[in-house]
């Protein structure tokens, strides 16, 4: 498996870039690699396969040499996570990049016990490291972004704006419609499409009724086992990927 790294650069056959700063610093110095050898550049229209042409104290030069295969699902999923307490939203944000979430936001819930509002722009910094480093551990052509709704009403916002063509809520109260069954419902895996998660709580009755009264939105089950706010959304995820068949087939 080549290594990976991240360019905000469009590529071109036969073009040249430089990788500096932290990740220059690991490939030079931790990494130490040499000219001749081989990674993959992850650029803006999709990963290339390149060579390492040059060696400094600080970065290195890459040539792009051809486009590299894509690692990217199919299936757009956005996971809306209820922010969770401890280290638990570090969790959701690597598993479920390594996964295949498209995108996630991190919804200020009405059972969320940590209230980010003064230190959201902090924890997005430190969750979108976490998502870079489990991008390029498990050979993601990007970097899924983070978003962070203070509220329902913002929630609402954000998915509208994006274009969410489903939205399931992962609801404990739920019995009959599952997740599978739910899917078969807009069966296009080019839809964008919402998962969403409770905190540790689950949803506030008020949250209840304004999802289930949304446009596009089904209320779903994974079945008789309660989940984890942690485990819920990886699950699902993987559910939804492999419905779609992004998950080996």
Known sequence: MLPRVFITATGALGATCRVEGEDGHH????????????????????????QITEVSANGVQLRLEAPYRSAEPTAS??????????????????????????????YQAQR????LQAKADSKL???????????????????????????????????KQDDVEQILVLDEAEEATGLVSALTRVNSATAKRALLIGPEGGWSEAERDVLRRLERTTLIT?????????????????????????MGG
């Open 27 to 50: 490939y030079a110095r931790v990494l130490r690699v040499k000219p001749g050898e081989q990674l993959v550049a992850a650029m803006r229209d999709g990963p290339w396969l390149a």
């Open 77 to 106: 999923v956005t996971l809306v996570q209820g922010v969770a307490k401890g280290d638990k939203m570090e969790t959701v944000i690597q598993k479920c990049t390594e996964i295949g979430a498209a995108s996630f936001i991190a």
């Open 112 to 115: 969320s016990v940590v209230r």
């Open 125 to 159: 910094l430190r969750w979108h490291k976490v998502a870079r480093e489990a991008a390029m551990q498990s050979q993601r052509d990007r970097v899924p972004e983070i978003s962070y709704a203070q509220n329902l009403v913002e929630l609402c916002r954000m998915l």
């Open 222 to 246: 994974l079945g008789p086992r309660i989940l984890r706010t942690e485990t819920a959304g990886a699950a699902a995820l993987a559910v939804t990927l492999a419905h779609f068949g992004d």
